[in-house]
């Protein structure tokens, strides 16, 4: 497709349980971010890939919280034993260049997790 | 203190009206400056860049002002369907994003 595709689009699960979370960039695009919105709030930064390597993670809220994107195109944010405060919007953003500096990016749909 | 800290709103006006939300950032060192736009349970989407000359794409304006550390944008003759969240975003090492400024706009 044209845009940034994330699956699911709904995702409930228990306490405890872990997740996956998956993000198709836009073809091409170098930067793929992810990041968490709760209710309300601004997203906020999780980490960031440039291609396969993943050059910041520093907002990553603990070590339950894991991202990965093997061949530098789709990505997947994994959450280990979610808790209850995991529960949010998690959005995946692409941008066609390196770094940061005036790059727009384009966000997917989101994958709203809701952790009973 | 939030590293980028906006009016949360609501803003109600009505259709024509024009209206103006500001954002301020902490830390000197950002780089660059956008306004996002996001719908309710949407996506966010890139409204306009903020250069620090300020710039203007049809009705809206964004002004950059690096001493005060502050940014603003202006809508004018606004419409039904400016109503959504405006998001302010920072780039410093990361995308910071403001919690975001809702606008209803009523006929």
């Known amino acids: 497709g044209a845009g940034v595709s994330q699956s699911p689009r709904y995702k409930v699960a228990k306490r405890g349980q872990d997740v996956a979370l998956r993000c198709d960039p836009i073809?091409?695009?170098?930067?793929l971010f992810w990041y968490q919105q709760a209710l309300g709030q601004g997203p906020e930064f999780l980490t960031y890939?440039?291609?396969?390597?993943?050059?910041?993670k520093s907002g990553l809220p603990s070590d339950r919280f894991f991202a990965e994107r093997p061949e530098g195109s789709v990505s997947t944010l994994k959450i280990q034993r979610t808790q209850q405060e995991d529960s949010a919007v998690y959005l995946c953003?692409?941008?066609?260049?390196?770094?940061?500096?005036?790059?727009?990016?384009?966000f997917g749909d989101g994958t709203r997790l809701s952790i009973l | 203190r939030k590293e980028v800290e906006q009016d949360p709103g609501p803003f109600n006006v009505p259709e024509g009206a024009t209206v103006a939300f500001n954002c301020t950032y902490s830390?000197?060192?950002?780089?660059?400056f956008f306004w996002y736009r996001q719908d309710c349970r949407k996506e966010p989407k890139l409204l306009m860049s903020?250069?620090?000359s300020g710039n203007e794409d049809g009705r809206f304006t964004a002004q950059l002002n690096r001493a005060s550390q502050y940014i603003s944008l202006l809508i004018r003759d606004s419409k039904l369907s400016d109503s959504a969240t405006y998001l302010c975003?920072?780039?410093?090492?990361?995308?910071?994003f403001g919690a975001g400024t809702r606008l209803t706009v009523k006929p």
């Open positions: 903020v250069y620090s």
């Open positions: 975003v920072v780039n410093i090492d990361d995308m910071r």
């Open positions: 830390n000197s060192a950002s780089q660059s």
């Open positions: 073809s091409g695009h170098v930067s």
């Open positions: 953003a692409s941008s066609l260049g390196q770094g940061l500096a005036n790059q727009p990016q384009h």
């Open positions: 890939f440039q291609n396969e390597a993943q050059l910041d």
